[in-house]
């Protein structure tokens, strides 16, 4: 299966607070996973990305956590800001230049 | 240094006219690819090349689009004779000549093609 789904749809989170995306995915073969933001108006724009070789990566305030077992993935953004109100996108690849994009979680950060 | 060009950033076209997309990428980048996003989705593979080549458009639908990249300009996504259905916003990406995958891509700020 080359789909990858996402959750939440939509996101409102208190300033502070933590942000929590999560991806899940079928196809064993997708060994890079990038995150992207999008502004309105914008292209979107990597943020962070793992491969399946480690199980945490954080920068930043950013972390992506990672269960090959479970085929699933997420998105933590700590503390976070009304600058980070944005649609939030993850994405799959599997040694190839085909990204399958998940289908997007608008964040709203409440000041 | 600039990062992947896209013109226009609106298009307005009626139906059954012929829309042109125009994708300058990062300095350096040999590899381009172009992506389709309707609203509140996420964007869906259309086509990638490298110069003068298409490496793979299965993406693209049959009829009506075509795409290039020649070996000087632009990369262009032709959409030909436009239905409202091809409103969207088109993404083009790039990435270096890194080898078969896996190398981050780099987005455009997209045109957004709107068909009365």
């Known amino acids: 299966q080359q789909q990858v789904k996402q959750s939440p749809q939509s996101l409102i989170v208190q300033k502070g607070g933590i942000s929590i995306i999560n991806c899940a995915y079928e196809?064993?073969?997708?060994?890079?996973f990038p995150w992207y933001q999008q502004f309105p108006g914008k292209g979107p724009a990597l943020l962070i990305a793992?491969?399946?070789?480690?199980s945490e990566k954080k920068e930043g305030r950013f972390t992506i956590s990672f269960n090959k077992s479970a085929k699933q993935f997420s998105l933590h953004i700590m503390d976070s800001q009304p600058g980070d109100s944005a649609t939030y996108f993850c994405?799959?690849?599997?040694?190839?230049?085909?990204?399958?994009f998940g289908t997007g979680t608008r964040l709203k950060v409440l000041a | 240094n600039a990062g992947v060009m896209q013109n226009p950033r609106h298009l307005v076209r009626r139906r059954g006219q012929e829309a042109r997309l125009r994708c300058s990428p990062m300095?350096?980048?040999?590899?381009v690819y172009w992506y389709r996003q309707l609203p509140e989705e996420g964007l869906k593979f259309m086509v990638y090349?490298?110069?003068?080549?298409?490496?793979?458009e299965s993406g693209m639908p049959k009829e009506r689009f075509s795409a290039e990249f020649p070996k000087e300009g632009p990369s262009i996504l032709r959409i030909q004779q436009v239905v409202r259905g091809d409103s969207a916003a088109y993404f083009c990406?790039?990435?270096?000549?890194?080898?078969?995958?896996?190398?981050?891509?780099?987005f455009g700020n997209g045109t957004r093609l709107t068909v009365t």
């Open positions: 990406a790039s990435s270096p000549p890194t080898g078969q995958g896996n190398s981050p891509l780099h």
């Open positions: 793992i491969r399946p070789d480690v």
């Open positions: 196809n064993t073969a997708f060994d890079y």
């Open positions: 090349l490298q110069k003068e080549n298409i490496i793979d």
């Open positions: 994405a799959a690849s599997g040694g190839t230049y085909k990204y399958i």
């Open positions: 300095k350096g980048h040999s590899h």
